[in-house]
């Protein structure tokens, strides 16, 4: 079945470094891919979204391309602050017939000062 | 404001003793969905529905129920609750079947002892 993998543990950086989590994908069809973040205490909220292959999405400085090929969704933020603190969770809907998102596990970022 | 209203924010009960969580959009979404959190799982979908009196199980229904009498409610009911079922729970809602933007509630964490 369609399923999202993202990397394994918790991601720790400084203020203003680049920050890099990846997404990769298994799907049968042609799946839209999303980035979700978690903010603490809050539900999930949509950061971005790239419907078809070579798009890319982006959102508060943040930015990820469809990659057919390699079947990836890596989200990239060239200098994050503090506020991005949040976890942050990849996401596919593969239509027709699939009335459901796959999320990932899911990766906590935590920015120092 | 556009929002998916949960109640309560949380709630502590015992093995066996049934509750519902309510869900309420505002948005006159047909879509809407029930997840659950765990740590290391991430998201999984415990059932959905398409519009009104159409429900359908997701990747881990067992234990729950849900009904769809109005398209603004959808209620997870929980007959005999047991600790396992202990978790942070979402529901979300979108007026898209393709799902290209789920809005999501601020959650109700249970704990079931």
């Known amino acids: 079945g369609d399923s999202v993998t993202q990397m394994e543990g918790p991601v720790t950086l400084s203020e203003e470094a680049f920050l890099t989590i990846n997404c990769t994908y298994t799907a049968t069809g042609y799946p839209s891919l999303f980035w979700y973040v978690q903010y603490p205490g809050e539900g999930l909220q949509l950061l971005l979204k790239a419907t078809k292959a070579d798009d890319k999405g982006s959102n508060k400085g943040f930015e990820a391309t469809y990659r057919k090929e390699t079947t990836s969704f890596h989200l990239e933020k060239g200098s994050v602050q503090v506020s991005d603190s949040a976890v942050y969770f990849c996401a596919l809907s593969d239509l027709p017939g699939n009335n459901r998102l796959a999320f990932g596990k899911g990766n906590q970022v935590v920015v120092i000062p | 404001e556009a929002q998916v209203t949960q109640n309560p924010r949380y709630l502590i009960t015992v093995t066996g003793k049934k509750l519902t969580v309510t869900c309420s959009q505002n948005?006159?979404?047909?879509?809407m969905s029930w997840y659950r959190q765990d740590p290391g799982l991430g998201l999984r979908q415990i059932y959905y529905s398409m519009n009104v009196e159409v429900t359908d199980k997701g990747d881990v229904p067992e234990g729950y129920k849900v009904s769809r009498k109005e398209k603004r409610n959808f209620p997870l009911i929980l007959e005999s609750p047991s600790p396992n079922q202990t978790s942070l729970y979402f529901c979300a809602s979108s007026s898209d079947r393709g799902l290209r933007a789920l809005h999501f509630g601020n959650g109700t964490r249970l704990t079931v002892t």
């Open positions: 948005m006159n979404h047909e879509y």
